[in-house]
Structure formats: structure tokens, C-alpha cells
């Protein structure tokens, strides 16, 4: 009993808690549209105050023609009262209309507007954020709550004009008689309870859910997927997958079902309380003027009023109750729109330099993942001079990738510090350092877009179809694109209507030409050859050093005719630079290099 009631306490702590999103949230509408939630709010507090001026103009109708049946005569206004009541009414739709016309605008300008921030928040995170399964939730639930949080948006306005409504009626039904208002109050309250902590309820199971619903996302994908189709055919693996979804998603629908029962029995005792309290108060009001004490117009106006306004406060509460609902939801919004990248500009930042004089230094350097024990690089030491051409080879998971994560800034050393031109890396400006680094990952991305498309992306601001040929045929990708049936303008990838896919080596030349494309003083290429055939290798090694020429440039490959390219060789072992020499020297020195290189070798012999 004990655990229910700290249980239920916490729920409402929490419940208040999350209304603190709200005014970030509604930071967020006002942002998207000003002029729109201006309109919205104008026109419903003229909306809100027309059910209390028809009541006032019904009153006065009826009062006169009572008056009318005792001998009064008809007093002069009378048919412009009639006229007045239709003119309200009239306003009353006409208003109802304009603030649905400004909610839709309102939801396409919020949508538009935070999806925008989400996608420039989510760039400047530390890589590492999205390695974190707990971020990735979070980022998922912030990406959904972009769009969907309109309909709280318009919760929020229908609150606030239920609310002028209310007050409007209860001050009306107040100057008749004080405690008829009390009595109306008190029968809605435990509603209003009920329903919050339902909704409370709904929220913690559906966050409970989370993790399975993503793991149910998965199945979906690999379920049905181009990526999977293959493997799922050959290995047979469609009815393992469909059983493990259908696992999940039973045990998700049997803790819905249990919380849609108790939702309906709660839900029907506490509105038949309030069903119960409209009724008292209405029978009131009858007993009141059969005894003679109210006028019929009186009657008229308290019943229209108290009908109105326990509709409104029951809508008050249970719209708050939604909007309370989702705001705890959007608890993962206002997070994600905190959190703050740990890899960032410093106060004054520095332009990296033009012209690299002292080159690349790794001093001491360090690093463990993060949630990971063991240091991938432990006190490594580098020079990398400007204009040479460095080759890194080592096993795989030695950390090759990593080095490069490090020297772009995608990470910041553990210990010990990365030093362009003498000065630490995190002294630089983060952009205008990226500028300087042409990168292409072992694992780089495919852009569904058009051919010119994925290489420009290289150079985005001063990209000439010259410059994104030019470096086409340096990375022989022109020879594939030239092939395409639209050529430079053929949509790649299988996702939209007509794209062509392109096949693995095909593709690695694209983002080659990526990189050649950038005016990079340092080039980094992760795996450039990996699926490469043995002419394109050829021809790429044949042009290496013109494509380097001037430039500083980092090469990671297993294939020892990549490595031969480059002027030094690196090995990388236990975190360390285990030997160091061009190709001749290490394979003469007899260690960890040649013993590699011959195993390879022996392979084509
Ligand atoms: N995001 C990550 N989080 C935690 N550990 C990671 C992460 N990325 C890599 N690692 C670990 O760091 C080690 C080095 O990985 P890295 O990708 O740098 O290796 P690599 O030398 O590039 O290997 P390969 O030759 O296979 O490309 C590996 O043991 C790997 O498991
Ligand atoms: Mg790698």
C-alpha cells in the first residue's frame, strides 16, 4: 500500500515536472510563427467570450417575451436583439474556422521549424553521442516529437480558449449564486484526477516499451529490407525473424490491453461523477424558478451556462491532462536541445593555418572509447611532415580508424594532445579545420542523390562542373559515370523511382572523387583500394602523386600494393607505432611488416 502511494506521489512530482517543458516548447512555436500564434490567440479570446454575450442576448429575448405574456409591450430593440444573437453565432463559426486555417499553418511552420533544429542540434553532437544506445533513443523519441507535438501545440489553444470560456460562464453563473458554481466544480475535479494519473500511467509503459519497440523496429527493417533480402532468402531466416517479432510485439499488446481496461472502468465511475453533479445543479436551477424565485430568462441563461461551462471545464481538464501527457514526452525534446557537444569550438577559436609548415604531431596520445576499458592507442607518437605521403597498416581493430577519428576531431584524445603547425588541434576553429581535411571512412556514406551530387558534397560552396569532372577522372569514377544512362545527373541508389545502384567499387570511386574535390591540405583515405579492381588500383597508384602533390596524405590499407604508394610506412600494434621505414626498409628489418607482407604474398604465389 505503502509503495502504491510513493509510487503515486512520484508520478505527480513528475507529472508537474514535466509541465516545465512546456515553456521551451512554446518558445519553440512562437519561434516558427509569430504572426500565426498572434492571429490564433487573437481570434480565439474573441471565440472564447461569444457563448457568454449569447447567453446575455437569450436571456434578454426571453425575458421580454415573458414580460410580453403579462401585457408589457414589446420594447423597440427587440428584433435587433434577435438579429444580434444570429450575428454572434455567425461570428462564433466564421472564428471556429480561421483558428483551424491558422492551427494548419501553424503545424506545417512548428514541424518545419524543429525539424530544422533537430537536424543542426544532431550535427554538432560528439560522434560518440550516437555510438550511445541510450542517445539514439533519445534522439529517435526527440525526431518523432518534432512532428508530432503539434497536436499539443493545439491542445495548448484550445486550453486556453476552454479556460476564457469557462471563466466567462462561471462569473455569469457566480452572480446568481456562488455555491452552484462550487457544486459544479467539485463534481468535475475527481475526473480530472483520474484521468492524469491514467495518462501518467500510459506514458511509463510506454517508455518501458521503448527498448522493445526499437528492437521491433529492427525486425521490421531487417524483416523487409534491401539491405537483407539476400542473406534472409539464402539462409532461410524469414520465420526466425517473424517469430522473434511476433514474441515482442505480444508481450507490447498484452500490457496495452491491461492498461485500456483499467483506463475504461476508472474512466466510466469518474465521468458518471461528474454526469451526476451537472445533474444536481441543473435540477436546482428548475426547483429555483417553478418556485418563482428565477425568471424564465434567468433559467434559460444559468442552464446554457452551467451546461457550457461544466463541458468546458471537463474539456479543460481532460485536454491538460493530454497536454500534461505529452509534455512528459517531450521531456526527450527538451533534453535533446540541451545536451551540448563535449567536442566544440573553443571561446577563441584560431583559423587553421593556410599553408601547414610543421605538419601533423601526435604526442602521447591516448584514447578509450567511451563504456570501454581498454585504450585503443596508448601514448602514441606521430609526425606526419607536409607534403609526404604516409601509409598506416596494422591488424584489424588495431585502431586505424580510430587515429583518423581522432586527427578530424570526431573525438578528443583521452591523453595527450594532436598538434597541427605546434598548436593543439582543439585550438582551432572546428570548421575551418574540417576544411583542411579531405576524409573518406572505410565505411563512407552513399548519398541516394545524383552522381554530380555525391561528389560534390566535397566542395559544396565553389563546386564548377569542371572541378567535379576533373576529379572524377582522377578517381577514375568519370569512366562509371560516363556509362550511366543520365550520366552526371543519374539519380544513385534504389531508394527513389529511377536511381541506378552502383556496385561496391563503383561507389568507393564517387567518394575518392569526394575527396580529391576538396582544396584539402591533409587527405585521408581509410580503405581507398579496398574494392578496387586491380587496373583501377593500378591507375590510382599511377596518379598518386600528382593527386597528392602539395598535400599532406594519410593512407590505410591491408593491400600491400596500396601501401608500397606511399614515401613512409606506419605499423601500428598495441596502441603504439610499432615500426616505421618505407617499404624496403621494413621489409629488410624482418619484423611484424615483412611477416605480413610475406603472408600476403605467399597467397599469389
Ligand atoms: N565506436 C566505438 N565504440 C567502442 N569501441 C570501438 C568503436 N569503434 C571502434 N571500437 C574499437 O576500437 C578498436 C579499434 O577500432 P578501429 O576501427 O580503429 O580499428 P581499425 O584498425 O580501423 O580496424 P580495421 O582494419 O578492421 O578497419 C576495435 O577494437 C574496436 O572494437
Ligand atoms: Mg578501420
Known sequence: METTVKKFSATWRER???MRNIPPLMRLVWESAHDVVGGDAASRIVAALIPLAMLGVSKRIFD???ARFSGHPLPPYFWWLVLAEFVLAGLGGM???????????LADRFSRHVSIRVMDHASRLDLASYEDPVFYDKLERARVQATDRIAMVQAIGNVFQQFIVSASLCWGIFLFSPWLLGLLVASVTPAFLGESYLAFEGYSLSLRQTPVRRQLDYLRLVGASKESAKELKLFGLSGFIINEFTRHSDRIYEENVALAKRRFWLGSLLSLLGTGGYYGAYAFVIYRTVEGALSLGTMMFLVGAIAGASQNIQNIFSTSSSIADQ???LTDLVEFFKMRPTVRNPPRALPAPRLIRDGL?????????PGRQRPVLERLDLHLSPGERVALVGANGEGKTTLVKLLTRLYDPTEGRILLDGVDLREYDLDSLHRQIGVIFQDFFRFEMTARQNIAVGCLDLCTPARVEQAARASRAHAVIERLPGGYEQLLGRRFVGGVDLSGGEWQKLALARAYLRDAQLLVLDEPTAALDAPSEYELFRHFADLCAGRMALLISHRFSTVRMADRILVLAS?????????????ARGGLYSEMFEMQAAGYR
Open 361 to 369: 604531431r601526435f604526442e602521447r596520445v591516448s584514447f578509450v572509447y
Open 64 to 66: 421580454v417575451v415573458q
Open 327 to 329: 509534455s512528459l514526452f
Open 575 to 587: 596502441g603504439q607505432v610499432a615500426e616505421e621505414g618505407n617499404h624496403k626498409q621494413l621489409v
Open 95 to 105: 472564428l471556429g474556422r480561421l483558428t483551424g486555417f491558422l492551427d494548419a499553418l
Open 16 to 18: 508537474l515536472h514535466s
